[in-house]
């Protein structure tokens, strides 16, 4: 099955500054990556996927990237504002139609 | 539009009690999961559903849990009996498309603790 590494598990940085959280699968069959987010008692909620045949993705401060030779892929935050501040996950879907989660990442963006 | 409801949000139980949960999925989502979450981790899949039909229920430990979905709507999840490291969040979540396709909606989570 599908096996996710996330890292780093808690990223605290300054208020304005960038934040990245790289994601590994082993799936070679996965072809779908999203990314959650998380605030505390809150539900998961989507902020950006990307799809197996695009490379890169942005949305206003938030951009995905994914390496599909290395199996890899990364959330990117840049001007990070304390509103950022919650758990995120990212997520591979695999050849088995199976969901798999990271651990999480715990980002806190000090004021 | 409504998003997937969970009932109930908190449930505090003794171990060797039963309990149950309830999700509404969103109207029209076909796939249905069961996620079990521990504090500080990822969602892990208990079970998951196309329509009635439990497609992965590999993770579900079935000596004591249980999951139905009748007529392809709403779904229960049942823990009979708890035990003390059952005390997590269980969240449902639904989706539209096929599950390597779409993107998943999540419900506010039921949160178990087993005393």
């Known amino acids: 099955g599908e096996n996710v590494e996330q890292h780093p598990s808690t990223l605290s940085v300054q208020e304005g500054d960038s934040a990245v959280i790289k994601c590994t699968y082993s799936d070679s069959a996965s072809n779908y990556f999203p990314w959650y987010k998380q605030e505390l008692g809150k539900r998961p909620q989507l902020i950006i996927d990307?799809?197996?045949?695009?490379g890169e993705k942005k949305d206003q401060r938030i951009a995905v990237t994914l390496n599909k030779t290395a199996k890899h892929f990364s959330l990117h935050i840049t001007e990070t504002q304390p509103e950022d501040s919650a758990v995120y996950f990212c997520?591979?879907?695999?050849?088995?139609?199976?969901?798999?989660f990271g651990i999480g990442t715990k980002l806190q963006v000090i004021p | 539009e409504a998003g997937v409801v969970q009932s109930p949000r908190y449930k505090i139980i003794e171990k060797k009690q039963p309990v149950a949960f309830w999700c509404n999925p969103i109207s029209g989502h076909n796939t249905l999961y069961w996620y079990l979450q521990n504090l500080g981790q990822g969602p892990e899949l208990l079970i998951r559903y196309e329509n009635e039909e439990a497609v992965d229920d590999s993770q579900l430990p079935k000596d004591r849990f249980s999951a139905e979905r009748l007529k392809g709507v709403d779904s229960t999840l049942k823990i009979q009996p708890a035990e003390l490291g059952d005390s997590a969040v269980y969240l449902c979540?639904?989706?539209?498309?096929?599950?390597?396709?779409?993107?998943?909606?999540f419900g506010e989570g039921s949160r178990l603790t087993v005393l």
């Open positions: 979540a639904s989706s539209l498309q096929r599950a390597n396709t779409g993107e998943l909606f």
């Open positions: 997520a591979a879907f695999g050849g088995y139609q199976k969901v798999t």
């Open positions: 990307i799809r197996s045949n695009v």
